[in-house]
């Protein structure tokens, strides 16, 4: 198994609580000279691995348990076609009022649009609710018209670990993201949906790692 190894300002951020504790965010990010929306994704991923603890009103603290490596090398070697399940898909003229339809039915947040399972775009209920608040005839309007287009799309490959998936849903504050494999038609590279990875999936994961303790 790989050992642990954090980025420089994650070990930074390590000897700066150290340091101060409790510290909290704000003065975390006086210390690093960013601002705490930048650090955000590196407090979330020290906490979750047990590295600090967030205390409520108080700030981060050291954890002093010696479970946290472990813990990272354990969902690091957990890969994402180990926790996907099944993409909620509908196709680029699908109606936003049929998309909405999906996407409640399925209890999903986000729905992948495709072209013959090639990813071409991603909607998500925010994207409904700012058209639903335009007045627009959703009956009328195909969901292409509102999707997030590729390139635009944050995915993972199947490959990838459980980790670099929790990291980048933190990163991109997504409800999911589209599981996908390189495939080739006529010389041209493009993207197959084959899952997703939602935060619900990654919480699966800890309650598997718990019951497993």
């Not at 210390?31 to 691995?49: E, K, N, S, W």
């Not at 076609?81 to 986000?110: C, Q, R, W």
């Not at 490959?157 to 459980?162: I, Q, S, T, V, W």
């Given at each position: ?63 002093h ?77 195909p ?23 929790a990291?980048?849903?933190i ?43």
């Open positions: 198994m790989k050992a642990i190894k954090l980025s420089e300002r994650q070990e930074r951020i390590v000897e700066l609580v150290k340091e101060h504790e409790p510290i909290t965010s704000e003065n975390l990010a006086g210390h690093l000279g960013v601002t705490r929306a930048a650090l955000r994704p590196d407090l979330a991923i020290l906490t979750m691995m047990e590295v600090l603890e967030a205390k409520p009103k108080v700030g981060y603290i050291y954890s348990k010696p479970s946290y490596s472990f813990l990272y090398d354990y969902i690091n070697n957990i890969e994402v076609k180990s926790i996907m399940s099944s993409p909620i898909m509908v196709e680029e003229n699908t109606t936003v009022y049929d998309a909405i339809l999906h996407l409640f039915l399925n209890d999903v947040g986000t729905i992948f649009v495709h072209n013959e399972h090639i990813l071409v775009g991603a909607v998500s209920r925010k994207d409904f609710l700012k058209f639903a608040m335009g007045g627009t005839d959703m009956h009328k309007v969901v292409g018209i509102i999707m997030t287009r590729m390139p635009n799309i944050v995915y993972v490959k199947k490959e990838d670990p459980a980790y670099l998936a990291k980048k849903i990163e991109h504050e997504v409800d999911s993201l589209p599981v996908v494999e390189k495939t080739s038609e006529n010389g041209k590279e493009e993207l197959k949906i084959i899952g997703k990875v939602s935060k619900t999936n990654i919480t699966r994961l800890f309650v598997k790692m718990g019951e497993n303790k």
